[in-house]
């Protein structure tokens, strides 16, 4: 029976056209394209019998507006609450659209994507099954910046990262670290503005507490967590963190993030490392990288497609998952493994023959 997709997504965005072009590789029809805006609207229609591949609402102004509401400029950190709660919404929709449509199906389960868009949700999954995580801050919801100060030096932690609980890229990240005689710094991506919390592709150093503070305070209302700063391993003399694809349970693709600070996502100047400069660096630790992704992808049965970041620390002999993406595949370029599932194919083509080979 020949496969009939969906996707959710944006018109021309490079997501959904990597998407449609691994779909037509495989001989198969041209996906059809459900736009967010229609999902969000509720003015979604879905064909008879498809598979409907739900794919990342980001990098959309129009979307962004209908997630978060007026008074959101882009680039502001802020509102990833409201952000969250509409991307719950938008999914309910779209599952009531799928179930109207005979025979259609969603490819990934609502439920799983809510857990792995809460961070918070995604480190209480991973610790209840076993898979190790860095130490995250006890105690209940940060309010602001005096409460985290307090608690983290009451728990005896001095390096952490604080994270907005909904956010995505980096966005709102904060590398916290607090020296002798009271001193603390803070890099982080975001930019202090009069009127909010904005994202940048600069990476910044904060070392004026007042400043430190309101960040903290802007971004508390929206959820934080708060976790211990593993000290990561090197390579190539820069700090390095991988992004594991997984499919349907095996790990398809991997690449290493770098970079001379704490902050490796490539679009704030990481750089891509690849799997056979990795594999010599992590040598006889390199098949636990990949088990460590297996075991977290293993915990979200319901999403066919996991991206999980996993953090080594120095000497790759131990390593983390530091978060679980839902939509942790567009990654350009990228073969699959030699010895995995996927060998030759990118992220994409990987997904289509993990859903061919299950018919």
């Known amino acids: 029976m020949t496969v009939r997709h969906a996707v959710v997504g944006h018109p021309g965005h490079r997501r959904v056209e990597l998407f449609a072009a691994a779909v037509r590789a495989a001989g198969l029809p041209e996906p059809v394209l459900l736009p967010w805006r229609e999902v969000l609207r509720g003015a979604v229609e879905v064909p008879e019998g498809a598979a409907v591949r739900v794919d990342s609402p980001g990098e959309d102004p129009e979307v962004d507006a209908l997630l978060r509401g007026p ?102 990240v904060v590398a916290l670290e607090f020296g002798p005689r009271g001193r603390v710094h803070a890099t982080t991506s975001v930019e202090l503005a009069p009127d909010g919390l904005h994202n940048s592709l600069r990476v910044r150093r904060y070392t004026a507490e007042a400043e430190i503070a309101a960040i903290v305070d802007r971004l508390a209302p929206d959820g934080l967590h708060v976790e211990r700063w593993v000290p990561k391993a090197a390579l190539g003399g820069r700090s390095a963190d991988l992004r594991l694809v ?43 990288l990949l088990e460590l992704g297996a075991r977290a992808a293993a915990c979200l049965p319901g999403l066919p497609m996991v991206g999980v970041d996993v953090l080594p620390s120095a000497g790759w002999r131990r390593s983390y998952v530091g978060e679980v993406n839902a939509f942790g595949d567009l990654l350009p370029n990228l073969p699959g493994l030699p010895e995995g599932p996927a060998p030759g194919l990118d992220t994409y083509g990987a997904q289509i023959a993990a859903l061919l080979g299950e018919q």
Do not use: I
């Not at 400029?73 to 509409?86: F, H, I, K, L, Q």
């Not at 490539?266 to 799997?275: F, Q, S, T």
């Open 71 to 172: 008074g959101y400029a882009p680039t502001r950190v802020e509102g990833s609450a409201a952000w969250y709660a509409g991307l719950l919404r938008g999914l309910g929709t779209l599952a009531e659209a799928v179930g109207r449509a005979p025979g259609a199906r969603l490819l990934a389960d609502p439920a799983q994507v809510a857990v792995v868009c809460d961070k918070r949700a995604t480190h209480a999954l991973m610790t209840a099954h076993g898979v190790p995580v860095p130490r995250a801050l006890g105690g209940g919801p940060v309010e602001g910046w005096d409460g985290l100060r307090r608690r983290l030096a009451e728990a005896g932690l001095n390096r952490v990262f604080v994270k907005p609980a909904h956010g995505s890229s980096a966005a709102g």
């Open 246 to 288: 997984v499919v349907r349970g095996e790990v398809t693709h991997v690449v290493a993030r770098t970079a001379a600070g704490p902050l490796t996502n490539l679009h704030l100047g990481g750089r891509r490392g690849g799997p056979a400069e990795l594999r010599a660096a992590a040598g006889p630790h390199w098949a636990g």
